[in-house]
């Protein structure tokens, strides 16, 4: 299970279904419709003519044809009327109907456009969030990879309750240090590096320390040395508290799931981890994620933000104020949105890496 957002022309997606928003008399609509059909070519609209009219909110399969992909899903959403004709229901039926369709007929990818926001006058916040709750809601219960398509860059620059908040909480904490850490899935460090620079970096601290305690002991007042010795008992404490903790990310994710009482399919998919992977890392107890799965599985798992920082540290990771990704993760933990769906949406919206690793190629 996956979700990615990416911004493209549909029609240069390779998917096993491409979802079209579909005029519901058997004709070529305007937007996404014509591009679809002139890339498809005159077959699917001979195939179209066969299924006849389409109501509001249901969908019909066909196939490609000169489409990078095995059918064209048609799906017809509602024009926008002012809000009090069903049209939110009437989109999220589209939006299902589409996704069971895809299961259906065995696609393992299923392409989106952001269905009704263009000809059809749908206001563009409430297609999103249509479509979140849509994709939310099944990829909790089907393993499929849905890519959503968006061509406008509008899209990436909505403003309200959506993004708002997140755009504060970056403006307010993100640093651009000159240390920013590296997009995730290129500079993943191995667990002994990473572990064999922390050491180090400890080290390194433990001698700043005793060389500043005797610096002071000789030439400082005895209310500096006091203070100085105060905050390093406080820290070899803490010290002691890490290095004493035996506690893998293995042991600490599997204590997590069974303290929970959940099972595991509800993790995996929140996680955006296949069942397959997941019956994998359950017979590796020594597994070491990447960080971008850690963050999933930190997601995933509901965690506060002082539990996520433990658990990430099990793995030699930590949500740094300097990385960009990090700080948009941290909002949605502290806020305890913990969709990930919305998490990539933010992070496209940013132009940031997803977490979701992708798995489909567009074509040039």
């Not at 990818?109 to 297609?127: R, T, W």
């Not at 708002?164 to 651009?176: P, R």
């Not at 400890?202 to 060389?211: A, S």
């Not at 030699?316 to 700080?327: E, I, K, P, Q």
Request: aromatic share 10%; net charge negative; glycine share 4%.
């Amino acid at each position: 299970m996956a979700f990615e957002i990416i911004r493209n022309d549909i029609t240069k997606v390779s998917a096993d279904a491409i979802v079209n928003t579909a005029n519901p008399r058997p004709r070529i609509g305007a937007g996404t419709d014509t591009a679809i059909h002139k890339a498809a070519g005159p077959e699917l609209l001979e195939a179209r003519k066969k299924i006849g009219d389409i109501r509001p909110g249901e969908v019909a399969v066909t196939p490609a044809f000169k489409l990078d992909a095995k059918y064209v899903i048609h799906a017809v959403g509602p024009a926008w009327q002012g809000g009090d004709a069903h049209e939110e229901e009437t989109l999220r039926s589209a939006y299902d109907h589409a996704l069971q369709a895809a299961v259906d007929n065995g696609c393992e990818s299923v392409a989106f456009p952001l269905m009704a926001a263009g000809s059809y006058g749908f206001p563009k916040e409430l297609a999103m969030s249509v479509a979140i709750r849509a994709f939310t809601d099944f990829l909790l219960e089907h393993d499929i990879q849905i890519i959503l398509v968006v061509f406008n860059k509008s899209i990436y620059e909505l403003s309200g309750h959506l993004f708002d908040d997140v755009q504060a909480f970056v403006d307010e904490n993100y640093v651009d240090a000159a240390h920013n850490e590296e997009y995730y899935y290129k500079n993943d460090l191995p667990y002994d590096e990473r572990e064999y620079r922390n050491r180090r970096r400890m080290e390194e601290l433990y001698d700043r320390r005793r060389w500043q305690d005797q610096e002071d002991m000789v030439c400082g007042s005895a209310e500096i040395v006091e203070t100085e010795a105060a905050a390093v008992v406080d820290s070899w404490d803490l010290d002691d508290m890490l290095s004493t903790s035996n506690e893998t990310f293995y042991q600490m994710l599997f204590r997590l799931i069974d303290e929970r009482d959940w099972k595991d399919s509800r993790v995996y998919r929140a996680a955006a981890i296949s069942k397959q992977q997941f019956s994998k890392i359950r017979c590796t107890t020594d597994y070491q994620p990447t960080k971008s799965a850690a963050l999933r599985f930190a997601l995933a798992l509901e965690l506060d933000y002082d539990t996520a920082q433990q658990f990430l540290a099990t793995a030699g990771y930590t949500l740094s104020r300097s990385n960009a990704t990090d700080t948009i993760v941290e909002h949605h933990i502290r806020t305890k949105n913990y969709n990930l769906v919305r998490v990539e949406i933010n992070l496209a919206r940013f132009q940031l890496p997803p977490l979701t690793p992708p798995t489909r190629k567009e074509k040039e």
